[in-house]
């Protein structure tokens, strides 16, 4: 099956910092992929939509100036998340469509945000 | 906004028995899916319904399309400790095909 993968899996910064995190579709391209949050024991939260080539869709209540997605190629999206605080600390995964025969989304393992 | 609910947030099963899962919205969907997270993993397809009424399995998965659109249960037969893990219904929102998730339910199996 398709595969999405995350970079890094882990990362831990200091309060203040930016964090960059990958995400990739392997073996298939995606002109829409999106980026979640999910918090301990919760569901997963849309934050965005990163359209390849042009600008990402946010949710209400997501700040663009704080999350920041760039989908530069089919295959990659990153999501920057800018002079981060503690309470940004949280489990980001993304998910890449598969647009060929029957639409499906793929989504990556996740990266476990700590900060300090 | 729109929200789908499923209840209980745990459920605890023995070994080798079935369990079903019941997801249900006020609203009307055309596509339902049921995905599986593992702990610190990204949640994983287990079986997509695009049709009302469809019953769809995936091995000892069985999923159904409610004919009303507004609901879809899963199945588990025969349960094995690995199915532990935490299910999602989603439902595709608007466009682009974004995705509403459920709050989820956590099963243990207990062997």
């Known amino acids: 099956g398709a595969v999405v993968s995350q970079h890094p899996s882990r990362v831990i910064c200091k309060s203040g910092t930016s964090v960059k995190i990958e995400c990739r579709s392997l073996?298939?391209?995606?002109?829409?992929m999106f980026w979640y949050r999910q918090f301990p024991k919760q569901s997963l939260m849309l934050m965005a939509t990163?359209?390849?080539?042009?600008?990402?869709?946010?949710e209400q209540g997501v700040e663009k100036d704080k999350f920041l997605i760039n989908h530069a190629s089919l295959t990659l999206s990153t999501l920057t998340v800018t002079s981060a605080h503690p309470e940004d600390s949280s489990f980001y995964i993304c998910?890449?469509?598969?647009?060929?025969?029957?639409?499906?989304?793929?989504f990556g393992p996740g990266t476990r945000l700590l900060v300090l | 906004g729109q929200q789908l609910n499923q209840s209980p947030q745990s459920m605890f099963i023995q070994e080798g028995e079935d369990v079903s899962m019941n997801c249900t919205s006020s609203?009307?969907?055309?596509?339902w899916l049921w995905y599986k997270q593992d702990p610190g993993e990204g949640p994983v397809l287990l079986i997509a319904?695009?049709?009302?009424?469809e019953l769809t399995s995936n091995g000892r998965l069985t999923a159904q399309f409610g004919i009303t659109r507004k609901d879809s249960f899963l199945n588990i037969s025969a349960s094995i400790p690995s199915d532990v893990g935490i299910y999602f219904c989603?439902?595709?929102?608007?466009?682009?095909?974004?995705?509403?998730f459920g709050k989820g339910i956590t099963l243990s199996v207990r062997p």
């Open positions: 073996d298939f391209q995606a002109t829409t």
């Open positions: 989603a439902v595709n929102t608007g466009a682009n095909s974004k995705l509403t």
């Open positions: 998910s890449a469509r598969d647009e060929v025969g029957v639409e499906t989304q793929y």
């Open positions: 609203s009307i969907f055309n596509t």
């Open positions: 990163s359209n390849e080539g042009s600008k990402a869709t946010y």
């Open positions: 319904l695009y049709k009302a009424g």
